[in-house]
Nanobody, 123 residues
Framework: VQLQASGGGLVQAGGSLRLSCAAS????????MGWFRQAPGKEREFVAA??????IYAESVKGRFTISRDNAKNMVYLQMNSLKPEDTAVYYC???????????????????WGQGTLVTVSS
């Protein structure tokens, strides 16, 4: 399975962006899908995940970001609103066929990764 993330860019604080993750196979409709991010000089961190219609979020983005999927299009999205400078990072989408609910926040639980898309939020 190949994943390709897109939609990053430069936005002012308070603005919005929607990231997209395109999958090469329809099987991802059965996968847990997640978004992670990595800021300069920091470790990769969990942002959001969706599995069987259930969603979870990092506390830092809860209420501002929304993860969704369109199985008919093999797509996963991350709608990001009220962006803050601290949201600046490279964002990665990830997919896993066997991610259990208790491990959705763990990057090592996912099998497939996109190449990342840069989000820069200016103050």
């Amino acid at each position: 399975v190949q994943l390709q993330a897109s939609g990053g860019g430069l936005v002012q604080a308070g603005g919005s962006l929607r990231l997209s993750c395109a999958a090469s196979e329809r099987t991802i409709r059965l996968y847990a899908m997640g978004w992670f991010r990595q800021a300069p000089g920091k470790e990769r961190e969990f942002v959001a995940a969706i599995k069987m219609g259930n969603t979870i979020y990092a506390e830092s983005v809860k209420g501002r970001f929304t993860i969704s999927r369109d199985n008919a299009k093999n797509m996963v999205y991350l709608q990001m609103n009220s962006l803050k400078p601290e949201d600046t990072a490279v964002y990665y989408c990830a997919g896993g066929a066997t991610v259990i609910s208790g491990r959705l926040r763990q990057a090592e639980a996912y099998d497939y990764w996109g190449q990342g898309t840069l989000v820069t939020v200016s103050s």
